[in-house]
């Protein structure tokens, strides 16, 4: 097993990003869930030969990024939620570029967390979150 990386990358801290950016929009804050927890950590662990940002098959939500150096599972989130200015809410859609991630981090029905982040073998970081109950349903408004 891959043991987690930590420093801007605890529960708290992803709780905290998420948290803030769905305040921003006035949608409630998510908790941290333990089972969602465990699958990103289960997940994130089998991209640690590849550290391909390659979507999981399951129920949940799910946000990927990947960086280098002393990239964090803050610096992920911050990727996800600086996506918002692509997001054009009275059309709900992405305009100049993608902004699904931003809308996952603020779906107004996730109420369950759980992010992990791991070292691949090529020096890479690749960071998921997971979201209970998943979001980005086409024609639904994330707020």
Do not use: I
Not at 11 to 38: C, E, F, I, K
């Amino acid at each position: 097993m891959v043991r987690p990386s930590f420093g801007q990358n605890s529960p708290q801290d992803y709780l905290n990003a998420h948290n803030a950016a769905r305040a921003q929009v006035s949608v409630g804050p998510m908790t941290w869930d333990s089972t969602v927890a465990a699958y990103a950590q289960s997940y994130a662990n089998q991209r640690v030969s590849d550290c391909n940002l390659v979507h999981s098959d399951s129920d949940y939500g799910e946000n990927l990024a990947k960086g280098y150096g002393s990239f964090t599972g803050v610096n992920a989130v911050n990727l996800w939620v600086a996506e918002k200015t692509h997001y054009n809410y009275s059309s709900n859609t992405c305009v100049g570029g993608e902004c699904l991630h931003y809308t996952q981090v603020v779906w107004r029905d996730s109420a369950r967390l759980g992010c992990a982040k791991v070292q691949c073998s090529s020096g890479w970081w690749f960071t998921t979150c997971n979201y209970d109950l998943p979001g980005n349903y086409e024609g639904e408004h994330p707020y």
